[in-house]
């Protein structure tokens, strides 16, 4: 898809930001909406688009701060179209705060999507491919041992209002795939780590908390486990079903089909860091999955999708990139607090 204009939702986010300096790199004409929410602080957002907005190819890139929940503000974004594919990001995500607010979760995951879909579908010149973010929570919980999960698997029992929002914003673009023949592929993303990644999730947090010498909390026995995939490979998966002509209706895994323990995964960041962690041993969490695991099978066969980064060199690469960014903050709070001679 060279020399195409994609409308990224949520486009100044982890996965997002990834994608556009993806696409830019590739001769796309780039349209992001993102409202730079404070669901994690949003100058890390403002930072993302600061920096893509340096790289060669940034005269391709335009930036509409907006809600995909106002009419307006989706009309707004897609009069800078016609577009030829929609990368649906933008969400509420993280499985533990959707349990403190379930209806936000709703509106934007839900309303947002909806609003998105009619807009496509509303496009005169033709209707764009559109792409939509869901997640492995939509298989519920399942525990370690179990098969890999296929996309056929059922999953009407998620355990979360986040997976909940996700299963049926699959189901509202199944709706209107058939109702209007619109092209959707649903991309169920597994634990996606790497530079940039969110501060909440646990790889990130982790590591903040070893580095500054703080315990971390751990839930459950440690034998939990999890199909961490690296962004670069997620950004591969996105710009494959991008090649697709036609696809109708699909929903792919994007996993990496080699899931880590919890117990694991600390050791590994421990490495990487150089120090031991502090551990507090908690309960399980409501709405935590004790295991995801990606059959990736139906990936490789419609869009050649093969994960090349392996856990340890990923982690490696997230806490390289760790520690150059807090270097990079402690520099510029310098020249910022730096007495006026
Ligand atoms: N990161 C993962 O491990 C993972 C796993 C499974 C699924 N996903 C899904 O992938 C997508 C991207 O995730 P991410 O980790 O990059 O999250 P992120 O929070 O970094 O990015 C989401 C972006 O959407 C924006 N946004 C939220 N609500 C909005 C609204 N109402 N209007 C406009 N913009 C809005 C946010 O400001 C943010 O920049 C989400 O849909 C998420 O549910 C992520």
Known sequence: MKNKKILITGGAGFIGSHLVERLLSRNNEVVVIDNFNDFYDPAIKRDNIASLE?????????VVEGDIRSLTDVEEVFSRGPFDAVVHLA?????????????????VN??????LL?????????????VFASSSSVYGAREPGSDSFKESDRTDR???????????????????HVATGLDIVCLRFFTVFGPRQRPDLAIHKFCRLIDEDKPIDMYGDGKSQRDYTYIGDIVDGITGVLELEKPGFEILNLGRNEPVLLCEMIECIEKSLGKKATINRKPMQKGDVPN????IDKARRLIGYEPGTSFDKG?????EWYIASKKSKKASSKIETAPVK
């Open 91 to 107: 969400a509420m995500a993280g499985v533990r705060p959707s349990l403190e607010n379930p209806a936000l979760y709703v509106d």
């Open 292 to 295: 995801t695991f990606a059959n």
């Open 158 to 176: 998620p355990v979360s209002p986040y997976a909940a929002t996700k299963m049926s914003g699959e189901m509202i673009c199944h709706s209107q």
């Open 118 to 130: 009619d807009a496509a579908c509303a496009q005169a010149s033709g209707l764009p491919l559109f």
């Open 110 to 115: 839900l309303r947002g999507t909806q609003n």
């Open 54 to 62: 340096k790289l060669d190819g940034a005269d391709r890139l335009q």
């Open 315 to 319: 982690v490696a690469e997230f806490v």
